[in-house]
Structures are given as structure tokens and as C-alpha cells.
């Protein structure tokens, strides 16, 4: 489900810290986006891939991943990013999408 919220955006640009801009974020089962951003199928499929990788992992565990490589490698190179950013553009990447892709980041 999608959802555009500047309210909810601006809630996570705090959580995330300063210089933060988020253009959207998946939080299972929903994708919000930020009105303020150009929406665009690129960011829309951005978004889907983390919510496949949110639900190979059974949620709660990939937050935990997600967050533990964030903050080890940064954020444009932890895997789930990696691989949400080089398949933005394939917007039929999600049906041909093999379980765990994550993991050859």
C-alpha cells in the first residue's frame, strides 16, 4: 500500500538524523513517499524491492540487518541498498527476482 505523507516523512527525516531527506521509505506492508519528491516509478520499484527483502527476512530481522550494515558500511553500501539502487530502473526486476538476490551484494 501506498502512501504519500509529508507528515510521516518529516517524522523519519528526524528519526534518521540531521542533513537527513528522505524521498520515501518501506516500512512492511507500506511504501510512504514524500509529496515533496518527484514520484516516480524508479523510486515506487526502489521501495517494492526493500519491502521483498523485508519479507524474505520476516521483518523484524532485516531492520536489525539493515541497520547493523548501515552502520558499519554506511547507507549506499549496505546490500539492501546496493541492491535497491541498481534495479531501480528494471521495473520488471521484482518478477524475475530470485530469493535472498540481497546476498551477492
Known sequence: MIIVS??????FNFVAGRGTRL???ALYPFIILNPDS???????NHERIHIRQQMELLIIPFYIWYFYESFRKGYFNNRFEREAYDNEHNLTYLATRKWYSFMKY
Do not use: D, H, V, Y
Open 23 to 25: 524521498n520515501g521509505i
Open 38 to 44: 518527484k514520484i516516480t516509478p524508479e523510486l515506487i
Open 6 to 11: 509529508r507528515r510521516a516523512i518529516k517524522f
